[in-house]
């Protein structure tokens, strides 16, 4: 009935998860997440200072080793300097100092040890070049083009007067020479490719930049190339910078070869050019005896300006480059390497600065005292002594200008293989000139710098024919896919992209301006196609076109005229009235100021196109007026009908009219009522 087991008193119960609370379920989260964070943000530091405290090791360990490798280098050195038992003659023992130097070189400490090591390998480079024909090539040459990474970096404080440069120079003329692996690995193919990987590294690594600071450190401001003979160092930096351009690098990555002018035309000629580059340099690579691969070159640097955008300020440089190395070279280019060349011209001229000869023309009788003296103020900075850029666009101005270049380019144009792109870039050459530098096709050779160019085009009837021909057959396509002619485009006004006024702009302004020209030595009856004897023989025309074709261009060129207006003028087209622009005012509409540089831009070429049109038809209407060869009305455009949006501007008084007003009274006539 009753059970008893001992247990007569009660006692707490004890629970082991501690007191019991109640946690709202956020504050629970943000305390489980706090504590999260704390536990990760321990093991970062702890990782942290786990790296620093290894980083700090092997710094240490590192400082340590190197010191001991110097001291071990040093060593052998000194024992070979002393005739002991270590031997510069044995490539094993110069392998194992080359390592040991790349192992600890700092430039600061063993710049001395490098030049050391340099002697010792320039002398028994034999004995080291053995290493390339046994199981260590890949070591060895690993090595050679290390070391000479090094003593391009060496060179490069070559205006310190205490470095030995003599040796770092030998080792890079030895060790990147054929004729130093030829007699050991006696493998043509496999010495060439050698050569490719050596140079194609030094390059990476500031070879061009070393020669560029050696020229101009080590050799006198006053130096030619005439005094290459006597300058032995000049002789051999001038090998040296031609040396890596005459290589294919076949065997390496795809692109070195464009690297390896890259390089040289940043080092060399895409700066102002010092005395030594613009003395000696340059006329040396002009020299048919150096045999620069100029058309290389100009593949090399039309690619490049493709590529990438250069800075227009380095464009004079590298233009005047281009046309001193063409004297040279020119005559021996390729028909693709024409073509090229006529691209590099269009591409760099465009970017010339506009020179002040062309636009202050000098007076013909002033003192050539005073001229030589600003030629000599113009030649150089004051400061830096270099070429300035004045001098440099004059100078390419006048290279321009000579027999050579003219026959050149003419010769592309009077071929009759000569492409569309042929005459668009001839076009944009002479459009450049006579646009950007003033070079306008004058009566007399008045200006200083004359394209001879220019006259010859002007009075050649084939080439003008042509030149029309491609300007009336170019198309662009529209919207609906059909092909359109340029020509009518602009004759209706309608806006046009880019690309295609870039293409008609330059032919459509150098066709008006030469036959502008041409026309003022064209007798009435040579433009009427009246026979004109001269002792007995009928004498061939220079009048390019025929009546019935003169009809036709002078419409296109009428139509063109008020197109332009509409391109250049887009509020003067009927459908835009004044109060339509003043609404857009008014709600705020404006344009990005590099749009407003933009439309700025384009609108001035086509003014200027319209100045030299609206000349041409001016020219050929004065024909017409003396003898007509047009039909009736046909200067009168049918395309446009002109209205008048206020009866106010059908008169507007002259300021003649109002002064009288204003000093008469009303005395006279009535006014107009419209007043």
């Known amino acids: 009935m009753f059970s008893f087991e001992g247990d007569f008193k009660t006692r707490p119960k004890v629970s082991l998860g501690g007191a019991s609370r109640k946690e709202e379920k956020a504050s629970l989260l943000h305390r489980t997440q706090e504590e999260r964070r704390k536990r990760e943000e321990e093991r970062r530091r702890l990782k942290n200072a786990i790296i620093i405290q290894s980083f700090v090791r092997g710094y240490r360990d590192r400082k340590h080793q190197y010191s001991i490798q110097r001291s071990e280098f040093d060593r052998?050195?000194?024992?070979?300097?002393?005739?002991?038992?270590?031997?510069?003659?044995?490539?094993?023992?110069l392998t194992l100092l080359v390592r040991q130097l790349l192992f600890f070189y700092r430039q600061n400490e063993d710049s001395k040890r490098l030049v050391w090591m340099c002697q010792n390998l320039i002398k028994q480079n034999s004995q080291f070049v053995k290493q390339l024909d046994g199981p260590d090539r890949l070591t060895c040459l690993f090595q050679i083009k290390r070391l000479l990474g090094l003593c391009c970096r060496l060179l490069q404080n070559c205006n310190d007067d205490s470095l030995n440069v003599a040796l770092p120079m030998r080792m890079l003329e030895v060790f990147s020479s054929e004729n130093t692996y030829l007699p050991?690995?006696?493998?043509?193919?496999?010495?060439?490719?050698?050569?490719?990987?050596?140079?194609?590294?030094?390059?990476?690594?500031g070879y061009y930049k070393s020669l560029y600071l050696l020229i101009n450190n080590k050799l006198p401001s006053s130096i030619e190339y005439s005094d290459v003979s006597r300058v032995p160092i000049a002789k051999i930096l001038l090998e040296n910078v031609l040396k890596p351009l005459h290589f294919t690098y076949s065997s390496c990555p795809e692109g070195a070869r464009q690297q390896i002018f890259a390089a040289f035309t940043e080092e060399f000629l895409a700066a102002p050019f010092t005395d030594q580059i613009f003395h000696f340099i340059i006329p040396a690579l002009a020299d048919v005896q150096t045999i620069f691969p100029y058309e290389l070159f100009l593949n090399a640097l039309l690619l490049a300006e493709s590529g990438c955008s250069r800075r227009s300020d380095e464009a004079p440089w590298l233009f005047y480059f281009v046309l001193t190395v063409g004297e040279t070279y020119l005559g021996s280019l390729s028909e693709e390497g024409l073509l090229v060349y006529l691209r590099v011209l269009q591409t760099f001229l465009s970017q010339?600065?506009?020179?002040?000869?062309?636009?202050?023309?000098?007076?013909?009788?002033?003192?050539?005292?005073?001229?030589?003296?600003?030629?000599?103020?113009?030649?150089?900075?004051?400061?830096?002594?270099?070429?300035?850029?004045?001098?440099?666009?004059?100078?390419?101005?006048?290279?321009?200008?000579?027999?050579?270049?003219?026959?050149?380019?003419?010769?592309m144009v009077w071929r009759d293989s000569a492409s569309e792109e042929v005459f668009t870039l001839m076009a944009s050459i002479c459009h450049t000139l006579m646009v950007q530098h003033r070079m306008m096709v004058p009566k007399v050779r008045q200006v200083q710098i004359i394209v001879v160019l220019l006259y010859s085009l002007a009075f050649n009837a084939r080439f003008l024919r042509h030149l029309w021909y491609l300007i009336s057959?170019?198309?662009?396509?529209?919207?609906?896919?059909?092909?359109?002619?340029?020509?009518?485009v602009i004759s209706r006004g309608s806006p046009m992209s880019l690309e295609d006024s870039s293409r008609i702009i330059p032919l459509f302004y150098l066709f008006s301006s030469l036959f502008s020209h041409s026309l003022i030595s064209i007798?009435?009856?040579?433009?009427?196609?009246?026979?004109?004897?001269?002792?007995?023989?009928?004498?061939?025309?220079?009048?390019?076109?025929?009546?019935?074709?003169?009809?036709?261009?002078?419409?296109?060129?009428?139509?063109?005229?008020?197109?332009?207006?509409?391109?250049?003028?887009p509020e003067t087209k009927p459908e835009v009235r004044e109060e339509y622009i003043a609404a857009f005012r008014s709600v705020g509409v404006t344009k990005n100021t590099e749009m407003q540089q933009c439309i700025q831009t384009e609108q001035k070429r086509w003014i200027q196109l319209f100045k030299v049109i609206t000349n041409l038809v001016k020219m050929l209407k004065s024909r017409d007026t003396r003898r007509n060869f047009c039909p009736p009305n046909h200067w009168l455009s049918e395309q446009e009908n002109i209205k008048a949006d206020k009866v106010t501007q059908l008169y507007v008084p002259s300021a003649r009219h109002v002064w009288r007003v204003r000093r008469m009274g009303r005395i006279g006539p009535l006014q107009s009522t419209l007043d």
């Open 523 to 569: 007798h009435d009856n040579e433009f009427f196609g009246d026979p004109i004897e001269v002792v007995g023989q009928r004498q061939s025309s220079m009048m390019p076109f025929t009546l019935e074709e003169l009809v036709i261009l002078s419409r296109c060129l009428r139509d063109a005229c008020l197109g332009i207006i509409k391109l250049a003028y």
């Open 473 to 488: 057959s170019m198309t662009t396509r529209m919207i609906t896919g059909s092909m359109v002619p340029l020509l009518q």
């Open 184 to 205: 050991v690995l006696q493998d043509v193919s496999y010495v060439t490719s050698l050569i490719e990987q050596i140079l194609h590294y030094m390059i990476q690594k």
């Open 352 to 411: 010339l600065p506009v020179s002040t000869a062309g636009t202050n023309c000098q007076d013909a009788n002033s003192d050539s005292e005073d001229e030589d003296e600003e030629i000599s103020k113009m030649t150089t900075t004051p400061g830096d002594g270099r070429i300035s850029v004045q001098y440099i666009t004059e100078e390419c101005l006048k290279k321009l200008d000579t027999k050579q270049q003219t026959n050149t380019l003419l010769n």
């Open 76 to 93: 052998c050195a000194d024992l070979a300097q002393s005739g002991g038992a270590f031997s510069t003659a044995n490539g094993a023992n």
